[in-house]
T-cell receptor, first 116, second 115 residues
Framework: NAGVTQTPKFQVLKTGQSMTLQCAQD?????MYWYRQDPGMGLRLIYY???????DKGEVPNGYNVSRLNKREFSLRLESAAPSQTSVYFC???????????????FGPGTRLTVL | AQSVTQPDIHITVSEGASLELRCNYS??????LFWYVQSPGQGLQLLLK??????LVQGIKGFEAEFKRSQSSFNLRKPSVHWSDAAEYFC?????????????FGAGTRLAVHP
């Protein structure tokens, strides 16, 4: 049981280049999330998908797009990378997404992205 | 402003010593509360969570946390630290704001353990 997997683990881009970060989960979870982690700031939510076919913006969505390809997969795309997007990116998933309710989020190992 | 505060950026303890990591939140209603641990170069692993009921919560790896409503706190404790506990610890909350399962993280506390 792999849980949440992310590819690639490391990536270096030049300013203006594009790339897609891939995430997959095998826990049959409905909800998936993308976070970025920057020193001294904890994790901040970029986008989330409450269920297959839906996506919504989180706290810091500018410069990113997402696709919920199916129930298992949720990708994050940087169309034109900027140095400010240098960060560690984490994907997470959870079973349910309810108003006023919650479920534990499980995290992938992360992708370390550097934009030069 | 609504937030999650971890007052200690870095903590150093000796192996075998006790540990307490602080977490305070500023939300009107009691949120759901979590502690995650991140080892170097790794993802986040859930240590424990509080939704309701007994305010002393037991987690994995010998950790526990106590929810104190009057202090809006959810401090993490361990009676005897092991060298393998060196990591970064994040407190997180899901506030009762309706909508989705939005997890708000504190900035983290980095724990170093001296032999």
């Amino acid at each position: 049981n792999a849980g949440v997997t992310q590819t690639p683990k490391f990536q270096v881009l030049k300013t203006g280049q594009s790339m897609t970060l891939q995430c997959a989960q095998d826990m049959n979870h409905n909800s998936m999330y993308w976070y970025r982690q920057d020193p001294g700031m904890g994790l901040r939510l970029i986008y989330y998908s409450a269920s297959e076919g839906t996506t919504d913006k989180g706290e810091v969505p500018n410069g990113y797009n997402v696709s919920r390809l199916n129930k298992r997969e949720f990708s994050l795309r940087l169309e034109s990378a900027a140095p400010s997007q240098t960060s560690v990116y984490f994907c997470a998933s959870s079973g349910v997404l309810l108003a006023g309710g919650t479920d534990t989020q499980y995290f992938g190992p992360g992708t370390r992205l550097t934009v030069l | 402003a609504q937030s999650v505060t971890q007052p200690d950026i870095h903590i150093t303890v000796s192996e075998g010593a006790s540990l307490e990591l602080r977490c305070n939140y500023s939300y009107g209603a009691t949120p759901y509360l979590f502690w995650y641990v991140q080892s170097p170069g790794q993802g986040l692993q859930l240590l424990l969570k509080y939704f309701s009921g007994d305010t002393l919560v037991q987690g994995i790896k010998g950790f526990e946390a106590e929810f104190k409503r009057s202090q809006s706190s959810f401090n993490l404790r361990k009676p005897s630290v092991h060298w393998s506990d060196a990591a970064e610890y994040f407190c997180a909350v899901v506030p009762f704001s309706g909508g989705y399962n939005k997890l708000i993280f504190g900035a983290g506390t980095r724990l170093a353990v001296h032999p």
